[in-house]
């Protein structure tokens, strides 16, 4: 099956019937809404706090909608004209802009808290003109996304490379233009759960945070819970403080929000207040 960035540019690919897909077909929607939300995890937000966030490729708005439960506000940016007809027909929250990200992204110095993308940016490794020179265009994307973005914002781009040359290719020029981070896979080892991440940071290198569906997926603070858990009984007893502590191990690694583990965690209560 042929990639879509191989049959036509972004504006053309997306005319009116595709542009319709994203609010018929229900296997694209949730695809659409499951990637969004990891977006979400991976800028790590501060929380109970309304952020203004830069949507790029935003489409039909299906992202721009998960911001909007997360309680944040976004403006959205994307280069197929269908789609955006459709965003305004869906009458999202969220400010639109018609452009293409190639080109940079105009707004002024820090506007932004953060910034996300889902699906986009495998299509500037492509050359749709004999002027479109991929390394160039994404190096205008990353430099002018970066000098939106306030300090210490993130920006995370979910997308499908077609070969390790065009994951080289993206983080290079990210970290050319003056970005940190780089590449997030979750569930590396399947086929159909792959997902590729770009994780990006602004104000100096900083941790990348966990991926899902691997063995070394646990934050920093782990070893200690793992030392304490070698050599003891695979079988835990419910409710026990091992058995608790086991059960917050596996949400983290499923990427849920979970309570830091203290010295009082799992200890029986005594029912006296």
């Known amino acids: 099956m042929s990639r879509p960035e191989h049959l036509a540019p972004p504006e053309i690919f997306y005319n009116d019937d ?18 969004a939300e990891r977006c979400m995890e991976l800028l790590m937000l501060p929380e109970d706090e309304t952020c203004l966030l ?8 299906l992202s721009g909608s998960v911001a909007e439960e997360s309680g944040h506000i976004w403006f959205g940016m994307d280069i197929s004209g269908s789609m955006l007809k459709v965003a305004k027909e869906r009458e ?8 293409d990200i190639g080109d940079g992204v105009p707004f002024q110095p820090g ?7 889902v699906s986009t940016l495998q299509w500037l490794c492509n050359a749709d003109k004999s002027s479109h020179k991929p390394a160039k265009r994404l190096y205008t994307l990353f430099s002018t996304l970066l000098a939106c973005l306030g300090r210490n914002a993130r920006a995370v781009f979910q997308f499908y ?15 050319k233009a003056g970005f940190f981070g780089g590449l997030l896979v979750d569930f590396p ?12 940071m602004t104000g100096g290198a900083m941790p990348m945070p966990p991926a899902l569906g691997t063995e070394n997926s646990q934050i920093n603070y782990t070893s200690k819970r793992e ?21 917050k191990e596996r949400r983290r690694r499923q990427g849920k929000t979970t309570r830091e583990d203290t010295k009082y965690t799992g200890r029986s209560r005594s029912g006296r207040f």
């Not at 086929?191 to 991440?197: E, M, P, R």
Request: overall charge positive; some cysteine; hydrophobic content about 35%.
């Open 18 to 35: 595709e542009a319709r897909k994203y609010t018929q077909n229900s296997r694209m929607i949730n695809i659409q809404l499951e990637m």
């Open 189 to 200: 080892d399947s086929t159909k759960a792959k997902k590729y991440f770009l994780v990006l």
């Open 92 to 99: 999202v929250e969220g400010d639109l802009l018609l452009g």
């Open 227 to 247: 030392k304490m858990t070698k050599g003891r009984a695979s079988k835990l007893v419910k409710k026990s403080r091992e058995w608790i502590l086991e059960k």
């Open 111 to 117: 506007t932004f808290d953060g910034a996300y993308s």
């Open 161 to 175: 490379p077609e070969n390790v040359h065009q994951t080289d290719l993206v983080v290079s020029q990210a970290r």
């Open 54 to 61: 830069l949507d790029l490729g935003c489409g039909s708005g």
